[in-house]
Nanobody, 126 residues
Framework: QVQLVESGGGLVQAGGSLRLSCAAS????????MGWFRQAPGKERESVAA????????YYADSVKGRFTIFRDNAKNTVYLQMNSLKPEDTADYYC???????????????????WGQGTQVTVSS
């Protein structure tokens, strides 16, 4: 069982930055692929970014490439999402998730993740 707690959301103007954090309560954090997802009102949950066990491989949705960076600190059991050049369309609830499988294939798919946080709200004003 993995418990995930996100923090760092808030209200920011377009062009601004936020850093989301997700703290995991698990004995071996490096056993898990970690992902960030978001869901805007009336829309389906979508993938934002994912990172492999060591942090050496990452995945980004096209909509955030070049603006967002996912990274992790396995010593602190924490994964981060640095969000720069934010746009109003980035407004959503952001969730982190953990996947204990051994394959990186499909890391951007919400359906493969076993554990989810409660979410943190990000609002970008124009």
């Amino acid at each position: 069982q993995v418990q995930l707690v996100e923090s760092g959301g808030g209200l920011v103007q377009a062009g601004g930055s936020l850093r989301l954090s997700c703290a995991a309560s698990t004995r071996i954090f490096s056993n898990y692929i970690m992902g960030w997802f978001r869901q805007a009102p009336g829309k389906e949950r979508e993938s934002v970014a994912a990172i492999n066990w060591s942090g050496g491989t990452t995945y980004y949705a096209d909509s955030v490439k070049g603006r967002f960076t996912i990274f992790r600190d396995n010593a602190k059991n924490t994964v981060y999402l640095q969000m720069n050049s934010l746009k109003p369309e980035d407004t959503a609830d952001y969730y982190c998730a953990a996947d204990g499988r051994c394959s990186w294939y499909g890391a951007g798919l919400p359906s493969r993740y076993d554990y989810w946080g409660q979410g943190t709200q990000v609002t970008v004003s124009s």
